[in-house]
């Protein structure tokens, strides 16, 4: 039977690494100055119920001979392990994976063993107290994934910023005592605001992962990273 290292154990001290696990969450990397591709990063999930953030360069992503899609299942073989890069991790592990050119990605049985997502929600009630432990200027550490009801939705906009106009939606995120507000941000405002045109049923409740979490005049603000 083949065995695979399990994501608990990586550490940077090796690139002879082989996993098995689901493609639980996956984005485009594009930079802001440019608005050029990056590369992808991904969120893998393996059946001990850990997750991590991994990412992949665009010439290394387009040198797959397996293409990944989100959801499946994957066996991914010889890569590095790092420290993550940038100031707030989509998940709440301190290491981050990197695809290299000797990476190599099978398609895997899918035996249900491994879950179909891993959740880190933080109550909407904390969310204040959670803000407020850093400094001004100062970002957290980690991302937060949040669930509430969908509640005052604006629907599409246009931002101007330093970088260009970016599409954006707003509403709150409620439950029966608090309410917050939300931002989302560009391909994911978009295709947010495409699923809220086909008037969903309400209650809609929505669940908004990896999102940066900060307080203005006293209020909560939630922004997406994805």
């Known amino acids: 039977m083949e065995s695979f290292d399990r994501l608990s154990n990586l550490d940077k001290a090796s690139t002879n690494w082989k996993i098995k696990v689901r493609v639980t969450r996956m984005w485009a990397n594009m930079t802001l100055e440019t608005n050029s591709l990056k590369g992808y990063n991904l969120i893998l999930l393996d059946d001990d119920d850990n997750h991590v953030h991994a990412f992949a360069y665009h010439n290394i992503w387009n040198g797959f001979s397996t293409k990944i899609v989100e959801g499946g299942v994957y066996v991914f073989d010889q890569f590095a392990v790092k420290d993550p890069v940038g100031n707030l991790k989509p998940v709440q592990s301190t290491l981050c994976i990197r695809f290299t050119g000797s990476t190599t990605v099978r398609t895997a049985d899918d035996d249900g063993m491994i879950p179909s997502q891993k959740f880190e929600f933080l109550d909407l ?25 969908v509640e005052e939705y604006e629907g599409l906009n246009k931002l101007h910023t330093r970088y260009g106009d970016r599409d954006i939606v707003k509403f709150r995120i409620c439950d029966s005592n608090n309410a917050h507000k939300v931002t989302v941000w560009g391909d994911l405002a978009v295709s947010f605001n495409n699923e809220m045109a086909g008037n969903p049923k309400k209650p809609i409740i929505a669940i908004i992962t990896s999102t940066k979490v900060t307080t203005f005049m006293s209020s909560v603000q939630i922004g997406t990273l994805l």
Do not use: S, Y
């Not at 009630?125 to 937060?144: S, W, Y």
């Open 125 to 149: 009630g904390d969310l204040f107290a959670e803000a407020n432990k850093c400094l001004p200027q100062q970002q957290p550490e980690f991302a937060i994934d949040i669930i509430g009801v």
